[in-house]
């Protein structure tokens, strides 16, 4: 956040002062002292700019944009900085129509917005680049235990291990046999460090940071796995059903508040429907054509 205050500064400095370079000493002397407010036109424009800034901040951290967690995608990202970005753009010119500042040009305002845009977009690609070669490194990832060994637990581990820039790193599985009875014939016992009894024993052991739950387990089970990692502050996600691999590739769709996985979509075939309708009105008028003599 503090970072991204400096960079919309420093780009409003910069572009103020090519501003007052390329103008005339007159209309510098009268931009800086201004008929806003006489005398306080530069208290005006600083309030207008660390206002802009305060907004964008409030703005990014909606949009979970400070998360230390990158789970959204590169593009995701960069949409959501976009929005930030112009929803604060909007919050300023519309004080700048409210207090009517006519004195303040508004080339420093637009270039002000548009490179602080451009500037904020770059910096989260570098930021994320940097984070990316520190994870492919092993820096700064974040520790993971999986509570299962079935398929889900076997797929959720490859993914992990296979996509690196996600920033974590697998420590081991948990035997829920409670729940899991069948082992997967492709885990080996050095993978699984402990039973669900021993679950936080472990994750204090190997510094774990998350837990994921491939298993589903009961209601109570959840409640009482939840108060603990509360008090050890360790992170618990649940993986719902995949139902044996079925749902694997399929995105979750929110239908209001409640998270769905679509298994199957039937697709209307739009090309089609156009084609046949257009073949359909090209067959009329040639009948119609055809037709004309004997319908007179």
């Not at 424009?45 to 660390?50: E, T």
């Not at 490194?137 to 520790?143: D, E, L, S, V």
């Not at 080996?188 to 589903?216: C, H, M, W, Y």
Request: charged letters at 20%; hydrophobic letters at 45%; proline letters at 4%.
């Amino acid at each position: 956040m503090l970072l991204d205050g400096m960079i919309v500064f420093s780009v409003a400095l910069l572009v103020t002062l090519f501003k007052l370079h390329n103008d005339s000493v007159d209309d510098v002397r009268a931009f800086w002292n201004g008929t806003l407010i006489p005398g306080k036109s530069t208290e005006i424009l600083l309030g207008l700019l660390f206002g802009f800034i305060l907004a964008l901040m409030v703005t990014s951290r909606r949009f979970n944009l400070y998360s230390p967690k990158m789970i959204t995608s590169f593009l995701k990202e960069q949409q959501l900085s976009l929005q930030a970005c112009f929803i604060s753009s909007l919050l300023l010119t519309g004080s700048l129509y409210l207090i009517k500042a006519e004195d303040i040009p508004r080339s420093i305002v637009i270039g002000t917005l548009g490179l602080s845009t451009i500037a904020l977009s770059l910096r989260r690609m570098v930021q994320r680049l940097s984070m990316y070669r520190h994870f492919e490194r092993g820096i700064g990832t974040r520790n993971v235990l999986i509570v299962g060994t079935g398929p889900e637990a076997q797929a959720l581990r490859h993914h992990l291990e296979s996509i690196r820039h996600l920033g974590y790193t697998f420590k081991g599985f948990i035997d829920h046999r409670g729940v899991d009875s069948s082992l997967s014939s492709t885990t080996k016992d050095s993978n699984i460090v402990g039973t669900f009894d021993t679950l936080f024993k472990q994750a204090r052991k190997l510094f774990i940071d998350e837990i994921f739950f491939t298993t589903p387990p009961e209601r109570g089970v959840v409640k009482v796995v939840l108060e603990q990692a509360r008090h050890y502050g360790v992170n618990l996600r649940i993986v719902p059903d995949m139902y044996d691999g079925l749902a694997w590739n399929s995105a979750v769709e929110y239908i209001g508040q409640f998270p769905t996985i679509p298994l199957h979509c039937n697709r209307i075939p739009e090309v089609a429907l156009l084609l046949k309708r257009g073949i359909d009105i090209i067959f009329s008028i040639l009948a119609v054509i055809v037709l004309s003599p004997v319908l007179r």
